[in-house]
């Protein structure tokens, strides 16, 4: 170890390794209880592997509003981390590093949560914390892990006996009323990451002022090593499986508006979880509603390689090219894909001319958003008396169009951050607003009746989502659900053959009753300690000189959401957070973001025509409009010193 800590102290001379490195590397050695770590920083020193290392140890992985998430395998793996080797060529061990997904930092992670929880319960009973996990690689290894420090700590751990879904898990807290819960995963990432998501007492990621306190725990934990209470103080640990996926799977069935649309249905459906979750609940829902379902036998192996995609996302046309081979074959009509963790869905679907078309998540939401705003009036959940306490809550970088749907039949938006777990506070918010005394317990209510107290007392969520392909359209889930967003889908399916129309062509239709509305997601990729910086270089640089002009079009308002105090649409203040919207005079519109979860600095551009006119016309203007836009806003961002 002397001879180790000279190579490294060297390093640090030489400027091969950076200082925060350095300080780390002793961080981890001193506090990890397995003899890997440093075996895999002393090859790494003595290959000269000072890329890898600072990637590795160049910051700790913070634990943000949102958790964890990074690398489980490295770019380099090191003979000791790859061991015996795992599950699907996975190495035996995680990579070792204090910026990446290991058994280091997932220990000071639960047990922050678990000391956070168990004050926030008190001394009079034990806390209960629930544990899901994808199909990515460790992701099983780390969840019974977090159940044992759990039990062992003194609380009482479900446990599902396999893989299942994000929403499954949030879900499941507020079923089985827990105190906290945990996903692990890395949701659409690359299969070399993995993460760790936490979610309180509500069923929702946590959010302050939980945040900062459970911030502040994992950040005062420096050790992997931890002493388990005396077996009598140790809670259990109870597994969970088929029971509870019937009741959630019987819940989402209440999330149809006319299931009379679904008898006798002969749609073809293909379904593909890609490799993840979602075929545990989602395939068999689809199936029992009616559907012909088919699934692609190569993408339902679980396997955190995702071995037959680039990507696990669903937004990405490759990912769900297997889907379309088979629809085409077969002549289904739909495609639906969801990411490993299955709080993401992305579609594809046939229009009038027999061509299967990939629809955006912006898309996705809105012919949603139409659909069950049309059906509430329809079938009575809303009439001109209830209208204004309906509402949609969304992200102020998805699509406007949902708002011009809002506006057409009188409800309420309310716009929010990016992140599911804003539009999960407002979904809390409207539930404490029933008085106590006519709620009762309200997680017990079916959804009709919690439909009318939200309408008599508070507001009542219809639906909401993000661009990011994610949707929902309940109140007791309280994070994006593909699995949810399925069965809501279905239905809009449902609807568009009972008039004999296709999904693209009622989205057409949308288009021109409320205007041509087209959306991008662009993004530039920065990975690494040198990536992290020119990132926040880049974002920092849009705040302290902001642009003027851009493609030939004055800028009319800028939002600051870092600097400014700014309020959303019921009067509450927004939290900062690092995000630009710019607003220009021509219309157009775009905001700029470093992602939370992956390496890059993420760009949303958007631009409409007005209804009227023909709508090929209205599409190619905008879509013109917005080639503009992204040539424009990539030079100024290499001006502004983006790689």
Partial sequence: MSNLKAILDQAASNGDLLESSRENIDLLLSGSASPVPAAAVEELAEAGEW????????????????????????????KVEQGNGGPNDRPEHPCAGTATMNFFNLSRAV???IAYTKSHVGPDRKARLVFVHDTRHFSRDYAEFCAKVCSELGCDAYLFEDARSTPQLSFAVRELNADAGVVLTASHNPSHDNGFKAYFNDGAQIVEPAASAIIGEVNSIMSERYDPLPEA???????LGAEADRRYMDKLKSLLMQPALLEGSSTKVVFTSIHGTGGQITAPILGELGFEVLTVPEQEVRDGRFPTVASPNPEN???LQMGVDLAEKEGAEIVIGTDPDADRMGVVARDGKGEMRLLTGNQIGSLMAWYRAKAAFDIGWLNDATRARAIFVKTYVT?????AIAAKFGLGVVNTLTGFKYIASKLKKYEDAIPADKKGDYRSLDEDATRKLRLEYSRFFLF???ESYGYLGCDFVRDKDANGSAVMFAEVAAYAKSVGTTLPDLLDEIYSEFGYHEERGKAMVMEGADGAAKIQALAASYSNDPPTEV???AVERIRDFKTQDLFDEEGDELPKEGMLFVELADGRSFAVRPSGTEPKIKFYLFGKAAPGGELADAKQRVASSLDGLWTAIEEDARARGAA
């Fill in 399 to 403: 699509t406007e169009l949902q708002s």
């Fill in 111 to 113: 047990r922050g949560l």
């Fill in 233 to 239: 103080e140790q809670g259990s640990i109870t597994v």
């Fill in 51 to 78: 890329q890898e290392l600072n990637d590795r140890f160049f910051k700790t992985l913070a634990f943000g509003t949102g958790g964890l998430r990074g690398r489980t395998i490295g770019r380099v793996v090191t």
């Fill in 551 to 553: 493609d030939g079009s």
């Fill in 317 to 319: 046309a490759p990912a």
């Fill in 464 to 466: 909401g989502g993000e």
